[in-house]
């Protein structure tokens, strides 16, 4: 029985021809500079988003944590979601290893930052604050995909305040496909962009910070000093190229399994929050457990959550969604 896993887009296996592409790299020591793949693949990625430079990380959370710091001092703040990944889900890394002090917001509805009170969150210059450097948002949010205005408005007002613009962007392509958009649509607006590729792009490893030249030759110092400097990494950055060449258009696939499986669900009666990219948000109350449980018996991994998050990606299908459907009616019977 083919296990369904909907805990993550994370838990994606490499496709065959993912596997023939790391097979098949050229590769070389990256801390020299040296590896070829690993240098097309920055190149490509600044390419298509519109940066000058581009750097390959193990992880999204580096790639934010390098961001935040190259972007800010030891002393300086940056402004957040209360929900946001690079303030919740990375650890305090900015805070613990860049000693740069998070400003936590509330987000809207829309996974968007209130400007007026992101406004009246940024510090004055005076000695008792901390100085306020950078706004940072996420893009896709829970699976939210931020309105291309409000994109806009936050690059005219971190403009007008004097602040730096940095997207988490791990899911930044459901977001353009969503979209309908070329992702440089997006990223146009932002100072700094970290995209993963080991989400529904179905890499196994890796993220990929692009900005300036100067933002990204800090980032690659202090990518050595936070330790994630790779030597022959183009056996990775290889997966990478090839999601990009090939695993990129099909996240509407993922989309669309998403919005049938949101369907199946409400019409048992479920309350199912709206979807719009890969991520159904179902209200299963203090049941969660058991379904988690009973839904294991079935070959199904869910997380365990009241409020319970399963995510699609290329490793899951249409029937794959009717057999959860099924499962969630079986278990309300
Ligand atoms: C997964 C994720 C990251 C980075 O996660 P890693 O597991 O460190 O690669 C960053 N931001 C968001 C929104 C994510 O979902």
Same mark, same amino acid.
């Given at each position: 029985?083919?296990?369904? !896993?909907?805990?993550?887009?994370?838990?994606?296996?490499?496709?065959?021809?993912?596997?023939?592409?790391?097979?098949?790299?050229?590769?070389?020591?990256?801390?020299?500079?040296? !590896?070829?793949?690993?240098?097309?693949?920055?190149?490509?990625?600044?390419?298509?988003?519109?940066?000058?430079?581009? #750097?390959?990380?193990?992880?999204?959370?580096?790639?934010?944590?390098?961001?935040?710091?190259?972007?800010?001092?030891?002393?300086?703040?940056?402004?957040?979601?209360?929900? $946001?990944?690079?303030?919740?889900?990375?650890?305090?890394?900015?805070?613990?290893?860049?000693?740069?002090?998070?400003?936590?917001?509330?987000?809207?509805?829309?996974?968007?930052?209130?400007?007026?009170?992101?406004?009246?969150?940024?510090?004055?210059?005076?000695?008792?604050? $901390?100085?306020?450097?950078?706004?940072?948002?996420? +893009?896709?949010?829970?699976?939210?995909?931020?309105?291309?205005?409000?994109?806009?408005?936050?690059?005219?007002?971190?403009? !007008?305040?004097?602040?730096?613009?940095?997207?988490?962007?791990?899911?930044?392509? +459901?977001?353009?496909?969503?979209? %309908?958009?070329?992702?440089?649509?997006?990223?146009?607006?932002?100072?700094?962009?970290?995209?993963?590729?080991?989400?529904?792009?179905?890499?196994?490893?890796?993220?990929?910070?692009? %900005?300036?030249?100067?933002?990204?030759?800090?980032?690659?110092?202090?990518?050595?000093?936070?330790?994630?400097?790779?030597?022959?990494?183009?056996?990775?950055?290889?997966?990478?190229?090839?999601?990009?060449?090939?695993?990129?258009?099909?996240?509407?696939?993922?989309?669309?399994?998403?919005?049938?499986?949101?369907?199946?669900?409400?019409?048992?009666?479920?309350?199912?929050?709206?979807?719009?990219?890969?991520?159904?948000?179902?209200?299963? %109350?203090?049941?969660?457990?058991?379904?988690?449980?009973?839904?294991?018996?079935? %070959?199904?991994? #869910?997380?365990?959550?009241?409020?319970?998050?399963?995510?699609?990606?290329?490793?899951?299908?249409?029937?794959?969604?009717?057999?959860?459907?099924?499962?969630?009616?079986?278990?309300?019977?």
């Amino acid at each position: 029985m083919p296990i369904i !896993d909907l805990r993550s887009d994370t838990v994606t296996q490499p496709t065959a021809g993912m596997r023939e592409a790391m097979l098949a790299a050229e590769l070389g020591d990256d801390v020299y500079g040296e !590896d070829p793949t690993v240098n097309r693949l920055e190149q490509r990625l600044a390419q298509d988003l519109g940066f000058a430079a581009a #750097l390959f990380v193990p992880t999204g959370t580096m790639s934010n944590l390098l961001g935040l710091m190259a972007h800010c001092e030891r002393g300086d703040e940056y402004i957040v979601g209360q929900q $946001a990944h690079t303030y919740k889900y990375e650890g305090g890394g900015a805070a613990v290893l860049g000693s740069i002090q998070p400003q936590p917001l509330d987000m809207e509805q829309d996974g968007s930052l209130d400007l007026a009170r992101v406004e009246a969150a940024i510090k004055q210059d005076d000695f008792h604050f $901390a100085r306020t450097r950078l706004l940072a948002l996420e +893009n896709t949010m829970q699976g939210k995909v931020l309105p291309l205005a409000y994109l806009a408005e936050a690059r005219a007002f971190t403009r !007008d305040k004097g602040l730096a613009l940095h997207l988490d962007g791990a899911r930044l392509f +459901n977001a353009s496909v969503r979209l %309908g958009v070329e992702a440089r649509e997006i990223t146009r607006h932002f100072d700094s962009v970290s995209v993963c590729l080991s989400k529904g792009l179905g890499a196994p490893v890796g993220s990929v910070l692009c %900005g300036s030249e100067a933002l990204i030759g800090k980032a690659r110092r202090l990518r050595k000093m936070v330790g994630g400097g790779m030597r022959q990494a183009g056996v990775l950055a290889a997966a990478g190229l090839y999601a990009l060449d090939h695993q990129v258009e099909r996240l509407v696939e993922d989309h669309a399994n998403a919005d049938s499986l949101a369907a199946g669900l409400r019409e048992l009666g479920y309350a199912v929050e709206p979807v719009q990219t890969n991520m159904v948000y179902v209200q299963v %109350g203090e049941r969660a457990a058991a379904l988690q449980a009973f839904c294991a018996e079935r %070959g199904i991994r #869910l997380s365990a959550a009241p409020r319970l998050r399963m995510v699609t990606h290329l490793g899951v299908d249409a029937s794959a969604m009717a057999q959860v459907i099924e499962a969630f009616a079986a278990f309300r019977a």
